[in-house]
């Protein structure tokens, strides 16, 4: 007796259904080809820089027939990087290795933050130009280490690291009361002026190399490369498995985009220094640049290298709590960081 309103409910529902099911489609179909990336300052994001200027994201997208729409964002310090991320205001994080390993650490089983790629091999330098201090050792009340975030970016980590083979893992965090936050160019600013609080940067290039070339006192108290046993990835970039698994063309893109990128540094390193020039909008010696884009030290790649270290260290002393086998547990299982460790 009540069939024909049944099939007449029946269809109706099956019209919404299909419905949503396109507009879901619609909406998947729209998502594809976001994505909006967190870089900070320094050359180490050089090979970001290029894949802007050059689109080269939007080419590999576009070749894999997505129209992608590309964003950057400029932020300063882990923290801020890893809010936005988890937040959903960013696709990609730009930051330190120990901002990476927070972040895997507290999102294992949720989020499951990971590295997509590395940004390069860059020998970081802790520069003081207080006269007497030659080693950490010789840092005191008077002095304030500026860094882009007091344990947590990787300069902090790295700093610790240091501290615990001079002074024992209990001793790790013994030089965080003399640490302060501050963006590279304030802190490299006052460096280079003197006669502030802040009397040491453990920064990046290209602020680190302004510090020795602009104030005679300044000098390198020491190496990252030299804490982590050679050269080492130190900025990497990271997303979330949910970006990652719902975007795979975009994901694919912006990982060719970066081995491009690489490549073109390597092969037109001027034209490389024009890019960081007018894309950082940097104030920066241009022959300087070009030394530093030049040194032997510095590898332009994707792969991580020499993290592992640093994230044996970090829950070594507690600082994370699962710990990884290796660099692929905190790395996505991508073709260029299954070479890396």
Do not use: C
């Not at 988890?86 to 990971?114: E, H, M």
């Not at 510095?298 to 600082?319: C, I």
């Amino acid at each position: 007796m009540h069939k024909p309103r049944v099939l007449k409910i029946t269809r109706r529902l099956t019209l919404i259904a299909t419905g949503l099911a396109l507009a879901g489609t619609t909406l998947s179909a729209q998502a594809e080809g976001r994505v909006r990336i967190a870089q900070q300052f320094g050359i180490v994001y050089l090979m970001l820089n290029v894949a802007q200027d050059q689109k080269l994201i939007e080419k590999h997208a576009k070749a894999a027939g997505v129209d992608a729409k590309v964003e950057f964002v400029q932020l300063s310090g882990g923290p801020a990087v890893n809010d936005a991320l988890l937040s959903g205001n960013i696709d990609i994080a730009g930051a330190g290795v120990g901002p990476l390993l927070t972040l895997w650490d507290r999102t294992r089983g949720k989020q499951n933050v990971r590295g997509v790629a590395s940004l390069g091999n860059f020998p970081y330098y802790l520069v003081s130009n207080n006269p007497a201090v030659k080693t950490i050792a010789d840092f005191t009340e008077k002095d304030r280490i500026a860094l882009p975030a007091v344990g947590v970016s990787v300069q902090s980590r790295v700093l610790q690291l240091a501290s615990a083979k001079l002074w024992g893992d209990k001793d790790f965090a013994r030089l965080d009361k003399f640490s302060v936050a501050l963006p590279h160019p304030d802190a490299a600013a006052a460096i280079i002026k003197g006669g502030t609080e802040i009397t040491a940067h453990f920064g990046n290039p290209p602020f680190q190399e302004q510090e020795l070339a602009g104030n005679p006192n300044a000098h390198i108290v020491l190496s990252s490369y030299d804490v982590l046993g050679g050269p080492s990835s130190a900025t990497v970039l990271y997303a979330t498995e949910k970006y990652r698994t719902e975007n795979p063309k975009t994901y694919k893109a912006f990982v060719a985009a970066l081995d491009e990128a690489a490549q073109f540094i390597a092969a037109n390193p001027e034209k490389a220094a024009d890019i960081y020039l007018k894309v950082s909008g940097a104030k920066i010696d241009r022959d300087l640049l070009l030394k530093i884009i030049k040194n032997p030290q510095v590898q332009f790649k994707t792969a991580p290298q020499n993290t592992y270290p640093l994230a044996a260290f970090m829950h070594r002393v507690g600082a994370i709590k699962n710990q990884p086998a290796s660099a692929r547990d905190y790395f996505f299982d991508d073709a260029h960081s299954a070479k890396g460790d």
